[in-house]
């Protein structure tokens, strides 16, 4: 009976794993619901209503269990929703297995263990992204840019096996139910597809420099994702950082296709079978813009070298 599967129990860890943050329905769900500033900062309400829009947009079949009656008497004199979000979203869930007493000392630690994880990841991402910028730029020695392509896709390794830790952790005991109930969970994360792509890269002897692309544009959005949370206040970043990081936090697709766009274009022109007609492509249209940037823009020949060069490694 102990290895049964709870189905609850994995659409619970599915609605945890769920990136809200780039799913643009969450931020108008969480807009209108209207509950005090003070209850809006605490992570378990936050998480509650993550669950609740879960419930409603993806999983209809996802059971959401009551907070506690504390978190429902403070917020009984406020409205809870705009007349756009159903009545059905007013109710208050129970936090099973804890009392009053001890319900927000257990959140400040959960609350503090979560941004430890948040902060190791963002250490790990933020190493990827200074290792991807070694090993792509073109003005980089040789030599410098294999290791640091290394040292990326090596951190990229670690990144994703950290984050898989922290929203999964590990089987509940090690046997074929528990291990096929936690891989069920584990396979359709982002995390575990990144996964494999570091590691058979970082196993292989030949630097395939354009595979940074990906890896590259991952540690950005997790990054900014990261700064945006926890910088947002600061002077700093308000002054440098801002425009940056909400231009990439709203153009998350169109860097991952631009990501693979410039991947297979590079991958086209060195591949045996499709390496003529690409060569032969991009020689007719160097032949072309090579005279007009010799007569009217001389000093984009520097750049352009270097993006061959990088381009032909």
Known sequence: MGDEIDPQKMKRIAAAAYDYEIDTRWTEYWSNVLIPPHMASRSDVVDHYKRKF?????????????????????????????????????????????????????GRTSSSFQMDKRTVNFAFDSWVFAMSIFGILPL??????????????????????????????????????????????VIATREFINLPYSIVLVTSWMPFKFALIPVLSWSVQHVTKFLRKNFAHSILYRKYLDEPCLWVDVNTTTIRILSSNAELLKLMYNVPATSSYHQSVWSKIDRTIAPFINRYAPFLNTPISAIKKWWLR
């Open 54 to 106: 879960y419930q409603r947009y993806i999983d209809p079949d996802f059971v959401v269990q009551p907070m506690s009656s504390t978190i429902s008497s403070h917020a009984s004199g406020a409205s809870q929703r705009s007349s756009s979000v159903p009545a059905t979203e007013n109710e208050r869930p129970r936090n099973s297995g804890s009392s009053s007493g001890t319900y927000v000392p257990q």
């Open 140 to 185: 980089i020695p040789k030599s410098i840019s294999d290791k640091a392509y290394r040292l990326s896709l090596l951190g990229a390794t670690f990144s994703s096996l950290f984050s898989l830790y922290a929203h999964f952790g590990i089987p509940r005991a090690w046997n074929q139910p528990s291990i096929h109930t936690w891989l069920q969970s």
